[in-house]
């Protein structure tokens, strides 16, 4: 099965809730996006905002990576509209998004390097993915692994 890698946009906060609890929920929650992924895909995630709902200018980072760990596509408990997929995260260390603007194809595409995250959730390039993450990820001598 051919490996994918997507880009998906979340606060800051919920970036850490969903990294410390090994999971991940898309765009609110729906279980569409959840279903064009597969076991082994990678995720990049964008925060545009430290806080949920609080727009702010500070944050434009790249602040998390993960990769699915199983097929499994279940529902919030407390909340049966939301969708969420088991993840395993990376340490990883904020970049702000405008540090990628000439090296990555899907910001270079746009005059404004904004505009690429006005989809919430998007498959990217494999050449992409590794130059964002051999920046934001911390190396741990636990683990190795291949994207």
Same mark, same amino acid.
């Given at each position: 099965?051919?490996?994918?890698?997507?880009?998906?946009?979340?606060?800051?906060?919920?970036? @850490?809730?969903?990294?410390?609890?090994?999971?991940? /929920?898309?765009? &609110?929650?729906?279980?569409?996006?959840?279903?064009? &992924?597969?076991?082994?895909?990678?995720?990049?995630?964008?925060?545009?905002? *430290?806080?949920?709902? +609080?727009?702010?200018?500070?944050?434009? /980072?790249?602040?998390?990576?993960?990769?699915?760990?199983?097929?499994?596509?279940?529902? /919030?408990?407390?909340?049966?509209?939301?969708?969420?997929?088991?993840?395993?995260? %990376?340490?990883?260390?904020? @970049?702000?998004?405008?540090?990628?603007?000439?090296?990555?194809? %899907?910001?270079? +595409?746009?005059?404004?390097?904004?505009?690429?995250? &006005?989809?919430? %959730?998007?498959?990217?390039?494999? /050449?992409?993915?590794?130059?964002?993450?051999?920046? *934001?990820?911390?190396?741990?001598?636990?683990?190795?692994?291949?994207?």
């Amino acid at each position: 099965m051919k490996q994918s890698y997507w880009l998906t946009n979340a606060a800051q906060e919920h970036v @850490h809730i969903v990294r410390d609890q090994g999971y991940t /929920q898309l765009n &609110m929650g729906p279980k569409e996006p959840l279903e064009k &992924m597969n076991k082994g895909d990678w995720i990049l995630y964008y925060s545009p905002t *430290i806080l949920f709902n +609080q727009p702010d200018t500070i944050c434009q /980072q790249f602040t998390g990576i993960s990769y699915l760990t199983d097929h499994t596509i279940y529902q /919030q408990p407390t909340n049966p509209e939301r969708w969420r997929r088991n993840v395993q995260f %990376f340490e990883c260390k904020p @970049h702000h998004a405008s540090q990628f603007h000439q090296h990555v194809d %899907f910001l270079r +595409q746009h005059t404004n390097w904004l505009d690429a995250f &006005m989809i919430p %959730f998007f498959e990217i390039s494999r /050449q992409d993915f590794i130059t964002v993450a051999h920046k *934001i990820i911390i190396p741990n001598n636990n683990y190795s692994f291949l994207f």
